[in-house]
């Protein structure tokens, strides 16, 4: 009852840009809920990007992206962006938007209960 659908997604040159967008919608999604990105290159598994709280006030990075990378949300819209600069061609991986619906505020996959279908971000060297 909760879609999320990712875009901006794409190939890009070492040191260049990026900025994903996942819209939100479904008839019991609220813009209280914690809202994350992860990450899953091929043979490896999915990890934490970033997540912002429902107000936008508080975010949080590991330090693989922190500095780089940038979470947002507009609530009016509910929809949550990632911008990505400097990437590198260790960022190569299919970048997942997620929801977590009981504010755990956490940073392990399992913790969130919806799930976007995922966009590819390919940054070549």
């Known amino acids: 009852q909760v879609q999320l659908v990712e875009s901006g997604g794409g190939s890009v040159q070492a040191g260049g840009s990026l900025r994903l967008s996942c819209a939100a919608s479904?008839?019991?999604?609220?813009?209280?809920?914690?809202m994350g990105w992860f990450r899953q290159a091929p043979g490896k598994e999915r990890e934490f990007v970033a997540r912002i709280s429902w107000s936008g006030g508080t975010t949080y990075y590991p330090d693989s992206v922190k500095g780089r990378f940038t979470i947002s949300r507009d609530n009016a819209k509910n929809t949550v962006y990632l911008q990505m600069n400097s990437l590198k061609p260790e960022d190569t991986a299919v970048y997942y938007c997620?929801?977590?619906?009981?504010?755990?505020?956490?940073?392990?996959?399992?913790?969130?209960?919806?799930w976007g279908q995922g966009t590819q971000v390919t940054v070549s060297s």
């Open positions: 997620a929801a977590d619906s009981l504010g755990r505020y956490d940073s392990r996959w399992y913790s969130y209960d919806y």
């Open positions: 479904g008839r019991t999604f609220s813009n209280r809920y914690i």
